[in-house]
């Protein structure tokens, strides 16, 4: 378990022994926090057969676990919305009875994208629950799940609090010198954090930095800027709030300007978020800004 998650695994799993734990979670939490392997590894310890509360290892349902053949877990994945049908075909399974006669768990990843119709569906299931049954939903946009799905549910929000343990486990993934300020960049999740600097050619924050600073001393220009940047634009725009918000804290420049550059940031950020936007266009602008800056 990641070691940012070990305190909230250990309170759950103490609860499944003693039959405490809610049968609705919804494990909510930024994108790269471990939300999905938090899921798995609390579904082994569900249904391990043993008494103690960690997974034993060793039982019939550990070893069908470890073969990734456990007949009593159901995971739904699925790139597109989680549809009706899907929903139907999970709670069928749910409905009979445990072939190990243990519990039964079903993680559902990206609950968020459930259509209407399949959220109206699973909310029978919520309300009624069969027996020895866990559900684990999964959500980086909990807010947009239906609020009776949400008032149903247990939430557990994973977040990396101690950015002391997520430097020192990235640090025994071989990646050196994160200074906390680089994590909260990443909203504290270390799982992107360690996919993205593990992209050797992608842009780096120190790349950036110096890119920056040839900009404002007028050694390369927005619009080139741009085309190099265009396939890291959100990520360029998020580091952008950032370092503006450093300008702003430290004194180095505090105008009118400054501030109105922080706040049409978000807008920015929210345009790329649009399919089929002109990147190069959005950087540009936002790349004036930072020369207006000088
Ligand atoms: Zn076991």
């Known amino acids: 378990m990641y070691p940012w998650l070990s305190d909230t695994y ?17 494990i ?12 798995v590894h609390l579904a082994k310890s569900i249904l391990c057969k ?13 070893k069908l676990y470890e073969a990734q053949s456990h007949p009593d877990l159901y995971r739904l994945e699925t790139d597109k919305q989680v549809g009706v049908d899907l929903v ?13 006669s243990g519990n039964k768990v079903l993680i559902m990843e990206a609950a968020d994208s459930m259509t209407d119709s ?19 939903l999964i959500s980086s946009k909990s807010e947009a799940l239906l609020p009776t799905i949400r008032s149903r549910c247990e939430k557990v929000t994973l977040s990396c609090s ?19 300020k680089l994590l909260k960049l990443y909203q504290n999740s270390p799982l992107t954090l360690r996919e993205h600097l593990a992209k050797r050619e992608g842009l780096t924050y120190a790349s950036f930095l110096e890119n920056l600073d040839s900009l404002q001393h007028k050694h390369n220009s927005a619009l080139q800027l741009a085309e190099q940047w265009q396939d890291e634009a959100p990520q360029v725009v998020l580091w952008m709030q950032y370092w503006v918000a450093d300008k702003i804290k430290s004194k180095l420049q505090d105008n009118q300007k400054v501030w109105d550059f922080h706040h049409r940031l978000l807008e920015y950020y929210q345009t790329l978020q649009n399919p089929g936007v002109n990147r190069i266009l959005v950087l540009c602008a936002v790349l004036n800004h930072v020369v207006d800056l000088n």
């Open 88 to 100: 139907r075909d999970a709670i069928t399974k749910l409905s009979t009875t445990s072939q190990l």
């Open 118 to 136: 399949a959220a109206n569906a699973l909310l029978k299931t919520l309300e009624e629950p069969t027996d020895n049954t866990y559900l684990l």
């Open 50 to 62: 043993s008494d103690e509360n960690h997974a034993c290892g060793q039982c019939q349902s550990c």
């Open 162 to 180: 101690k950015s002391d343990d997520c430097i020192a486990w990235l640090k025994a993934q071989g990646i050196d010198s994160i200074e906390p």
């Open 10 to 26: 250990e309170q759950l799993i103490s609860r499944v022994k003693k039959h405490s734990l809610h049968h609705g979670l919804l």
């Open 28 to 39: 909510q939490g930024v994108d790269g926090v471990g939300k999905s392997d938090f899921c």
